[in-house]
């Protein structure tokens, strides 16, 4: 009669490796006491999500901040669902957020680490090693049910109202004889292998999660897949083999997850392996109509990280947001400590969120906005640069051919206590200040401006004209704006608000009204940047030839 280890040989004929072999080629890592090893372990099957970039980032700050060790892990396991390309943007975008790896997958020619290989794919011969062992255990099994059998089943399962599933007295190939598997392995018959369980789901099993606390879960009963019929292992067993020898700490998933840890920890327990610590993440959620639901991929162009990087949203803006959904107190400590890098602040477990994190992208551009307008015009420009290269050639062109020219605009009212706050992201900057290029000056169609209404053209024109024959550009801001007050009341405009508001009819209107028609004659709108500022940087001889532009076409 054969036995248990008959029928692993028979499965794994070329596997010699055995468990210890394993233990020694990935040993206890040596790390200071608290060192947390984390991972990211993305699957290839499309592009970054918003809220994978959350999780990843909160592991990565849990290894750095603990002087331990972040590493990525490419789960490709699920074949049909692989995007090729997608692992390497998936990287090179979480790079742009600053999550990059101490050790792990790079690139699919790169790895770096002594815990790898670091792509499941590649892993199978290690898979491979603990299943032959569960088999020769009598904890796993090869179970020959076709599609149709598992289909049967859950019909009848359902009509008997039962817990569905591949379990207990349903398992057809839990208890078969090892004589007539391998008579039927012999016969090519196709297989897969599972997980024999010894649970039951009448009873309970307590576990401390890091972040949830003490939970009570339902002990697991089902005989789960463990080798598809791919020869690669499902996901449940992979990354607890993976976690296992690459030494994770702590497993710091979605907590889409927390249903299937009676699974996993059942493994461990099976396997004589160390638990690691779990701490399951909130999911990003978003309020629609007042209720509650995951970002979708469908309807929410925010849940693709790459919607933040073709908007231009600065890095720090962004991953400081994150931060501030990932622990309540960080903005607390933020609006303390605002001269510190927002990586001197130390994520703690217990301050992350427990049902469900809330994802308001208004609040990600008001920080960023906060965080942009303090930075200095020459950085802001590098970075700027950097944006503008891969998503606005035509802007790109503009700042390279004159960096200086660009750094004096973006320096308007920049560079001091209260600095302006007018750009959220980079994508912003361009369409507010685009003006000052000639070329696109040039296109603006002057005959068709926006002027105020309530005012009459040959007073427009007299007051450009007027400015044009005595504009000083020699003077200060204050000394410029009393020569506007000035040139308002030559024309009739109240020289302040208030007076104007008290007296209407006594005016043609006031000095808001004067700069205005300033205003849109050197920029073609009502809104632009300081107007002395727009002047000071375009130069007399370019202010005074834009409004005899202008003057020729009202
Ligand atoms: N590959 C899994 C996923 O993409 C990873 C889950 C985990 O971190 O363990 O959801």
Redesign the pocket.
Known sequence: MANYNDLANLIFPNITTTIADLEKRYPKRNLKPGAMVTRF???PTGFLHTGSLFTSLVSCRFAKQSDGVFYIRL?DTDTKREIAGSAESLINQLKEFDVIPDEGYISDTKEIGDYGPYKQSMRADIYNTVIKHLISIGRAYPCFCTTEELNELRALQESRKEIPGYYGKYAKYRDFPVDKAIEKILNKEPYIIRFKSMGNHENKIFFHDEIKGDLELTENDQDIVILKSDGLPT?HFA?LVDDHFMRTTH?T??EE?LSSLPIHLELFDTLGFERPKYAHLPVIMKVENGNRRKLSKRKDPEAAVSYFLEQGYPKYGFIEYLLTIANSNYEAWRNENLDKDFYDFKLSFDKMSLDGALFDLAKVANISKERMAYKKASVLCEEVKEWAKIYNKEFYQKIINNEEFFISILNIEREKEKPRKDYSKYSDIYPIISFFYDDVYETIDKSNLEWNENMNKEDIKAVLSDYCENIDLSLDEDGWFQSIKDLAVRHGFADNIKVWKKNKEAYKGHVGDVSEFLRIALSGKRNSPNLYCVMQILGKEKVINRIMEVLSKI
Do not use: M, N, T
């Open positions: 372990a993305p699957s789960e996901y990354h497993v998933r979605g997850w």
